[in-house]
């Protein structure tokens, strides 16, 4: 069965399966005692250490598990256009990173969580669908992608200077 393209009343199963992983992950890192560690690690390393945090083993199995999930992401998006090719995706990881900053992570302060994230690629795919659906071309696309990342680099900036 092509579990990509199928529905789940009125969304799709991707989008069903994005809205509950991400509810289980806010869950997992607010209510679970390693979740707690992570954030605490995120926001001060050294008062986690002292507040006794397993600091190295906790930075180990979060990288252990980004690398597991990032695996998974990469099987899914895979299935999702049903070809493998090393040039597929090379805009990601600068979405990526533009989504969570538009979402209000602030990196290297553990500030932010996981809706926040969530939300910035919402807008982000929202703003591809009415440009599609609006027919601008792939160029056009590009020109709308870099702004927003340019303005979220000075939205950074600018909340990097004020705190």
């Known amino acids: ?3 990509y393209n199928t529905k789940l009343g009125p969304a799709p199963t991707p989008v069903i399966f994005w809205v509950a992983v991400s509810a289980a992950l806010s869950l997992f890192l607010s209510r ?3 979740g707690r ?3 605490s690690v995120g926001e001060n390393v050294q008062a986690a250490h002292f507040s006794g945090v397993p600091v190295a083993r906790t930075v180990v199995l979060a990288h252990t598990l980004a690398g597991l999930f990032a695996g998974i992401a990469a099987l899914v998006q895979t299935a999702s256009i049903a070809v ?3 040039r597929v995706g090379l805009d990601l990881p600068i979405l990526a990173v533009a989504a969570t900053i538009l979402g209000g992570v602030v990196f290297g302060r553990g500030e932010g969580g996981v809706w926040g994230p969530f ?3 919402l807008s982000f795919a929202l703003l591809f669908v009415v ?3 609006f027919g601008v071309d792939e160029p056009g696309k590009l020109i709308a992608q870099g702004i927003i990342i340019l303005l979220a680099a000075i939205l950074y ?3 990097q200077r004020s705190s």
């Open 119 to 121: 939300f910035g690629v």
């Open 32 to 34: 679970t005692v390693f």
């Open 157 to 159: 900036g600018i909340r």
């Open 131 to 133: 440009m599609t659906t």
């Open 1 to 3: 069965a092509d579990i």
């Open 37 to 39: 560690y992570v954030t």
């Open 84 to 86: 493998g090719s090393v």
